[in-house]
T-cell receptor, first 114, second 118 residues
Framework: KNQVEQSPQSLIILEGKNCTLQ??????????LRWYKQDTGRGPVSLTI?????NTKSNGRYTATLDADTKQSSLHITASQLSDSASYIC?????????????FGKGTKLSVKP | GAGVSQSPSNKVTEKGKDVELRCDPI?????LYWYRQRLGQGLEFLIY????????KSGLPSDRFSAERTGESVSTLTIQRTQQEDSAVYLC????????????????FGPGTRLTVL
């Protein structure tokens, strides 16, 4: 069964600290993986996309990694800011499947405290 | 340019009433999705429209839920005889779904409609 598991479920860190969020998936065959940021009361916004051949991709203070062999991805946030407080959602797209069949993780809720 | 818009932003209704939620996708986006997000939970897929193809309704939780889309524009999600368990945020997303690597295209989400069933 295609699944996406994220950990931790929630995380509290102090402003300025780094953190890493994890995403494990069992989706096969695999096309791509996206990380989304969802601020409270808003819709998710894409941070980065990882394809099969990509290991690392950065978007400002966000760095995503992908290990297609172990089916794991991580999102590393450097020098966290209060505005990073949000839910981070990992979404995996199967290869060749219906484009409606995106597999969503339940998200990690990050709280950055001053 | 305008993003995905949804209306109303909030809807409070009584149990047993019907509600209609609206989504205006980004112009030119042929793919449109509806999701449900209960408090503190992840996104739950409801339905997917792609151009003139038959919609993928596999995520609709019961026959009280239905959705329509007019061509490649506005979509409405209708919930009949609402129940308290229907209380959630309903998110709409659209996506440009043409091209060789269209599966890589980003979904753009609307702000959602918060539905409260009393």
């Amino acid at each position: 069964k295609n699944q996406v598991e994220q950990s931790p479920q929630s995380l509290i860190i102090l402003e300025g600290k780094n953190c890493t969020l994890q995403c494990n998936y069992t989706v096969s065959p695999f096309s791509n993986l996206r990380w989304y940021k969802q601020d409270t009361g808003r819709g998710p916004v894409s941070l980065t996309i990882m394809t099969f051949s990509e290991n690392t991709k950065s978007n400002g203070r966000y760095t995503a990694t992908l290990d297609a062999d172990t089916k794991q991805s991580s999102l590393h946030i450097t020098a966290s800011q209060l505005s990073d407080s949000a839910s981070y959602i990992c979404v995996v797209s199967p290869y060749g499947g219906s484009q409606g069949n995106l597999i969503f993780g339940k998200g990690t809720k990050l709280s950055v405290k001053p | 340019g305008a993003g995905v818009s949804q209306s109303p932003s909030n809807k409070v209704t009584e149990k047993g009433k019907d509600v209609e939620l609206r989504c205006d996708p980004i112009s030119g986006h042929t793919a449109l999705y509806w999701y449900r997000q209960r408090l503190g939970q992840g996104l739950e897929f409801l339905i997917y429209f792609q151009g003139n193809s038959a919609p993928d309704k596999s995520g609709l939780p019961s026959d009280r839920f239905s959705a329509e889309r007019t061509g490649e524009s506005v979509s409405t999600l209708t919930i009949q005889r609402t129940q308290q368990e229907d209380s959630a945020v309903y998110l709409c997303a659209s996506r440009r779904a043409s091209g060789k690597k269209s599966s890589y295209n980003e979904q753009f989400f609307g702000p959602g409609t918060r539905l409260t069933v009393l």
